[in-house]
């Protein structure tokens, strides 16, 4: 073969030889664009569908001249032409040149040669997977740890200051910046981390920010802006002009909201040259701007409260104990142990609530002469008949003596059950949503609360519900990391493994680890869609299923199509899932609680399933959990 070269497209019919082998003598094809490749009609749509094109002699194979006179530019005499899809989309085409003579092209050369070319829509497919997920989970630790050293700022100052150098290391630019609005829209930069070598514009007042001009209402709402090269980005000359003066030659801008008002700009510059922002550092960069609103007003609480003696301490000591806790467990119990001993009351505790307005006491600190009612399930919580609405716009009820508040007896009778003599209620609010209450009992006595007690009540539960809100973000995107990272080790894993029997073995060993479940195994169907399994991991003391030839899979009557789009199942209880009796027997014989199942697609068809089991108890499996899974399933 004189000649291999990989052709891309850039658009639909133009494209580069982005890769070339080619013997000495010949002219290289490397780097060549061609605007008008001349591919005869309707052979764009026929490479889409994975045709190949054979051609023994250019002069006999009827093409258009502008086709000869691309391959005579090139001493083409021969050629071979494969489509590269990459997913489902049309990436290139691989080319075999022959150019010394004539070639009649076998049939085994034609196979072999079309298998090269999925192969390596496969390999790209599998690098671009691996770098997608490998940027996902860096982006997903970068945000967590600068988050935190945000959030440990106890001031405003601090705040701004952290958040400028950290966010210009991470991204490697030149330049960070706080920028505060005056209320006429004008400003005044207030924070500011510069790498040697640029002007420094900290305290530079902008009296006249023509380039904020109509985009007030536009940062407000969260726009945020990229621009790669301030030249080509149609700003208004004066726009130019400012940034020419802090030398800048591109930049990020994201809106920091607090108290839900645009407060500034969170501004990146590039002073070195031009740069192509990727989507990656632009979504993280977002994400902290918003992070920092959060943070500044965190701070400003805390600086407010300072001011207002012994009681606001005590709330600056609660919201920061609150705050350290990294998952909603730990935010629920330092919270009521916080506020208990802080309002020296005799029960604190969270009530969350049901859909229905039910709810379960999920967290409580007692003092030891009193009842615990941590867990206990109210059914029928009548004392918040009617109260739903007012608690979720912020309602805080104290009463000072259970008998002389009005109460209805069916209230009443359930606070008798809990020794209550007085109580504060003040509503947690989680995603703008009544996620529960904050409830402290005085069991000892009835109690006068005072002014000052009340709004520190009030306002510890309003930072519960963003602690809860931070926690939850923080958990989701340490788990989305970890499971990034997990997907990559056992991918690798299987990657590694060089025949099928491995890659299976490999497959249900790490995906059962990973997942801490009883078995995992392998189906392999039949041409009938009978089946066997072919692989199996499974903790001791659960039947072993290896080789088990299941000769009528009623579970897959009618799933086949569904199986073949890509379906995943998910059944956290065998027993709740409205499965046939068949199903049901043969998944009791395999001692069976809880399942996932995910298709394993070879060559586009269903070559199997990709099972889990949970034997010992029913389990409510997690999105990250089933994602994780359908993931590993298309990797094999």
């Not at 850039?10 to 580069?16: A, D, K, L, P």
């Not at 051609?55 to 090139?74: H, K, N, P, R, T």
């Not at 209450?437 to 539960?461: K, N, T, V, Y």
């Amino acid at each position: 073969m004189d000649r291999v070269t990989i052709f891309c497209f850039t658009s639909n019919r133009n494209g580069t030889f982005i890769a070339e082998s080619v013997i000495p003598g010949l002219p290289k094809i490397l780097g060549v664009k061609v605007s008008d490749p001349g591919f005869e009609v309707g052979y764009i749509e026929k490479y889409q569908n994975a045709c190949i094109r054979s051609i023994d002699d250019i002069y006999q194979a009827d093409l258009s001249d502008g086709d000869i006179e691309l391959l005579e530019q090139f001493a083409v005499k021969s050629t071979l032409v494969a489509p590269i899809l990459k997913g489902k989309r049309l990436f290139g085409l691989l080319i075999a040149h022959q150019c010394s003579r004539l070639r009649f092209w076998q049939q085994s050369e034609i196979d072999l040669f079309a298998q090269i070319a999925m192969q390596v829509g496969f390999a790209l497919d599998y690098a671009k997977l691996l770098q997608q997920v490998d940027t996902k989970a860096d982006k997903a630790q970068v945000f967590i740890e600068i988050t935190r050293s945000i959030r440990q700022s106890l001031n405003e100052e601090d705040v701004l200051k952290t958040t400028v150098e950290e966010v210009r290391k991470e991204l490697s630019t030149d330049r960070v910046l706080v920028y505060s609005f005056n209320p006429n829209w004008s400003g005044i930069i207030i924070a500011e981390s510069v790498v040697p070598g640029y002007p420094k514009v900290l305290r530079s007042e902008i009296q006249d920010l023509c380039f904020g001009q109509g985009y007030v209402e536009k940062y407000q709402s969260g726009r945020v802006v990229a621009t790669n090269n301030i030249y080509e980005a149609g700003l208004a000359d004066c726009h130019i002009s400012l940034l020419e003066s802090f030398a800048v030659k591109a930049n990020l801008v994201a809106p920091i909201l607090k108290d839900e008002q645009l407060f500034g700009l969170l501004i990146a510059h590039q002073c070195s040259r031009p740069r192509e922002w990727q989507q990656s550092e632009i979504d993280l960069f977002a994400q902290i701007a918003m992070q920092v609103g959060f943070a500044l007003d965190h701070a400003r609480l805390l600086q407010r409260i300072e001011a207002e003696g012994v009681q606001s301490q005590l709330l600056a000591d609660t919201i920061g104990s609150i705050r350290q806790s990294l998952n909603e467990e730990d935010v629920l119990k330092i919270t009521v142990e916080e506020v208990r001993k802080a309002l020296s009351t005799d029960r604190v505790m969270v009530y969350s609530f049901d859909s229905n307005w039910s709810g379960t006491v999920i967290a409580e600190s007692v003092v030891l002469t009193y009842p615990k009612v941590l867990r206990a399930e109210i059914q029928d919580p009548c004392f918040g008949q009617g109260y739903v609405e007012e608690y979720q716009s912020g309602r805080v009820l104290a009463i000072n003596n259970i008998y002389e508040a009005g109460l209805a007896d069916c209230h009443i009778n359930l606070l008798e059950s809990f020794g209550v003599k007085a109580n504060l209620v003040a509503p947690i609010i989680k995603d703008e949503q009544l996620f529960g209450l904050l409830i402290a009992h005085q069991c000892s006595r009835p109690r006068d609360w005072q002014q000052s007690e009340i709004d520190l009540f009030g306002q510890i539960a309003m930072q519960v519900g963003f602690a809860l809100d931070h926690a939850r973000l923080l958990q989701r995107v340490e788990a989305e990391r970890m499971r990034s990272q997990l997907l990559v080790d056992i991918i690798r894993s299987i990657r590694q493994s060089l025949k099928e029997e491995d890659v299976i073995k490999t497959t249900v060993e790490e995906v059962r680890k990973a997942l801490s479940t009883d078995r995992v195994l392998v189906y392999s169907f039949y041409a009938n869609l009978f089946g066997i399994i072919i692989a199996e991991s499974v903790v001791p003391g659960y039947p072993k299923v290896l080789r088990s030839k299941i000769h009528d899979p009623c579970f897959t009557q009618g799933y086949v199509e569904k199986y073949q789009s890509g379906r995943v199942v998910a059944i956290n209880n065998i027993y709740e899932s409205g499965l046939a009796d068949c199903h049901i027997k043969l998944l009791e014989s395999f001692s069976v609680k809880a399942n996932l199942v995910a298709p394993i697609i070879k060559d586009e068809q269903l070559f199997g399933l990709l099972i889990t089991h949970q034997c010992s108890e029913s389990r409510d499996w997690l999105q990250p959990e089933i994602d994780l899974f359908a993931q590993i399933a298309t990797g094999v």
